[in-house]
Nanobody, 115 residues
Framework: QVQLVESGGGLVQAGGSLRLSCAAS????????MGWYRQAPGKQRELVAG???????TYADSVKGRFTISRDNAKNTVYLQLNSLKPEDTAVYYC?????????WGQGTQVTVSS
């Protein structure tokens, strides 16, 4: 089993920044971090940022140039830097990983952006 714990969310004014963390524990051998998703009230969960092959990353159009995904393999942690936040970024943010074909999710961290 893999446990994921997200942290770093909170209430911030528009234009502000946050740094989200996703720490993995448990059976972390061969885990493959996939990315960050978010879900706003009444909306479907959507991909915000994800890792691609070769060390690259992909971003939703709505966050390009504002969010940055990164990872620290030594700490088994994935980060999401959120800059220039907008009220429409308000959502619960989740990270996920793949381990031998099984997808694991964290419990989410709330990001609220006030106008």
């Amino acid at each position: 089993q893999v446990q994921l714990v997200e942290s770093g969310g909170g209430l911030v004014q528009a234009g502000g920044s946050l740094r989200l963390s996703c720490a993995a524990s448990g059976s972390i051998f061969s885990i493959n971090p996939m990315g960050w998703y978010r879900q706003a009230p009444g909306k479907q969960r959507e991909l915000v940022a994800g890792f691609t092959g070769g060390g690259g990353a992909t971003y939703a159009d709505s966050v390009k140039g504002r969010f940055t995904i990164s990872r620290d393999n030594a700490k088994n942690t994935v980060y999401l830097q959120l800059n220039s936040l907008k009220p429409e970024d308000t959502a619960v943010y989740y990270c996920n990983v793949n381990r031998f074909g099984n997808i694991y999710w964290g419990q989410g961290t709330q990001v609220t952006v006030s106008s």
